[in-house]
């Protein structure tokens, strides 16, 4: 059994004793509380941004290729680095890659620190470094469809190269299940909605006949305690109980 299943199944036990299974017969099957939990995974992922979680990846770029389909973990592209500041025409270690600024700086400011140099000269050499990502390439504009996730470049790739991927993706599911904050928010989101699909079985058949006189069930009072149980879950989300990060500075 994956840390996954057994994570799930921790989460069907929980559910299961908070509805009283052993005391009494509880006639949800393994796919109900599957549902239930695929359901309290995605409310989560939807409206928490404690689902994500911020990341770094690589892609090697092929020649005259401008479009590539990124896992489907992925939620966000921030931002995309190469691996030097020179122009995209050129290859290997030499040619335009060959930055004589960058060398120069590491040898004179960066061994002989203690005889010259200073923050002055890092910030400089910071700016200089800035600008010309600017002007040569250092800086790639893109587009990311969340959907597809297709990564576009607006710049034809001239030749192959490595680049270094800002993003956000999807934090696995058992990952989430154990964390301190939204673990708990998806074990009871999961039985509020269990309480609802009982309740939708047991209302059906509000009263069995017997001998005794009959047994009322309580199907109508399942449904309603499901119900304002995930309404104050939700609640819950806007008020970041599950961990997640508070908004900034909003205007209007």
Not at 62 to 76: A, G, H, I, W
Not at 129 to 139: N, R, T
Not at 203 to 217: D, V
Request: with cysteine; glycine share 8%.
């Amino acid at each position: 059994m994956t840390e996954s299943e057994n994570q799930r199944q921790e989460v069907v036990e929980y559910v299961q004793t908070m509805l009283g299974a052993g005391m009494i017969d509880v006639e949800l099957d393994p796919a109900h509380y599957n549902t239930a939990i695929d359901r309290a995974l995605r409310k989560f992922r939807q409206r928490s941004s404690n689902a994500v979680e911020e990341s770094f990846g690589f892609i090697m770029l092929q020649m005259d290729t401008n479009e590539y389909y990124l896992p489907k973990e992925v939620q966000s592209v921030r931002q995309l680095f190469r691996r030097s500041i020179g122009s995209r025409s050129g290859g290997g270690n030499g040619g335009t890659l060959f930055e004589p600024f960058n060398l120069a700086y590491s040898n004179t400011y960066l061994l002989s620190s203690s005889n010259m140099g200073g923050l002055a000269t890092y910030f400089a050499f910071a700016s200089y470094q800035k600008m010309v990502g600017k002007m040569f390439g250092s800086e790639i504009n893109f587009t990311f469809n969340p959907t597809t996730k297709l990564l576009t470049l607006m710049q034809r790739p001239r030749t192959e190269e490595e680049l270094l991927i800002w993003m956000y993706n999807e934090r696995p599911d058992f990952n989430l299940l154990q964390d301190p904050f939204a673990g708990q928010w998806l074990r009871d989101y999961a039985l509020a909605t269990c309480k609802i699909m009982l309740g939708e079985a047991r209302e059906k058949f509000s009263q069995i006949a017997s001998p005794q006189g009959g047994t009322t069930l309580n199907g109508t009072q399942l449904k309603s305690e499901g119900k304002a149980e995930i309404e104050q879950l939700e609640l819950d989300l806007v008020n970041y109980k599950d961990g997640g990060k508070p908004l900034t500075f909003v205007i209007g």
